[in-house]
């Protein structure tokens, strides 16, 4: 698949890159986080937190809203799912790394038997260079998953979310959007390729690889 980067004018739709911001701080902590052979996330690292960026993050991008700042590190070559919040997240790229993305718009809703079913077509999905010590502010509505390494290259990543997000969650079911919610502030749909225990496998088209 054709790999963009997030200076091109395709990224636009998706987020914006913080060349205003500098995280050297953040950056050197990130780097004393675990890269295992799998992909680990961590919503909430007291080591990135710590770091000198925390406060700018918090007050400045996230206008005075809690936040929390964790990582996303390990080895991954494939889209796998999808996920989306009702805000942004910034990601603090300390290697390179690809994201792939999509559109909430492009979430198709369709009633079968009485139940509402959720499907997204993987063709639909963009792939962009973060290169390392990038920051980017992904939307509310881009659809996102893991990043994936660089020729089979292990991958950091720095998360910053609103505080909360991304930890357990019970929900009644009261809206049928809840089948996809998968953690606080977090909408996931999956593919089945990916064997995701608990998710809902929406994800309609090839599990793409990179």
Same mark, same amino acid.
């Given at each position: 698949m054709k790999i963009?980067? =997030?200076?091109? @004018?395709? !990224?636009?739709?998706y987020g914006r890159v913080l060349n205003d911001c500098t995280f050297d701080s953040l950056l050197e902590a990130l780097q004393d986080t675990p890269v295992p052979e799998d992909v680990i996330y961590v919503p909430s690292d007291v080591r990135l937190e710590r770091s000198k960026e925390y406060g700018m &993050?918090?007050?400045s991008v996230y206008g005075g809203m809690p936040i929390q700042i964790g990582f996303c590190n390990g080895h991954n070559q494939k889209l796998n799912g999808l996920?989306? #919040?009702?805000?942004?997240? +910034? *990601? +603090?790229?300390?290697?390179d790394m690809i994201l792939l993305l999509g559109c909430e718009q492009d979430i198709q809703a369709a009633d079968v038997e009485g139940t509402v079913a959720y499907t997204y077509d993987?063709?639909? =999905?963009?792939? !962009? &260079? =973060?290169?390392? *010590?990038?920051? =980017?502010? +992904?939307?509310a509505t881009t659809l996102h998953y893991a990043p994936c390494g660089i020729d089979g290259a292990g991958f950091q990543c720095a998360v910053v979310l609103p505080k909360g997000t991304n930890y357990e969650i019970c929900t009644n079911g009261k809206c049928s959007e809840d089948i996809l919610l998968?953690?606080? *502030?977090?909408? &996931? +749909?999956? #593919?089945?390729?990916?064997?995701?225990a608990g998710a809902y496998n929406g994800l309609v088209g @090839? *599990? &793409?690889?990179?």
């Open positions: 963009h980067t =997030v200076e091109e @004018e395709a !990224f636009r739709k &993050l918090e007050q996920e989306y #919040h009702r805000s942004s997240e +910034i *990601n +603090i790229a300390g290697t993987t063709a639909k =999905v963009e792939a !962009f &260079l =973060v290169p390392k *010590n990038t920051a =980017v502010e +992904i939307y998968a953690a606080t *502030n977090k909408w &996931l +749909i999956a #593919h089945k390729e990916a064997q995701i @090839e *599990n &793409l690889t990179v």
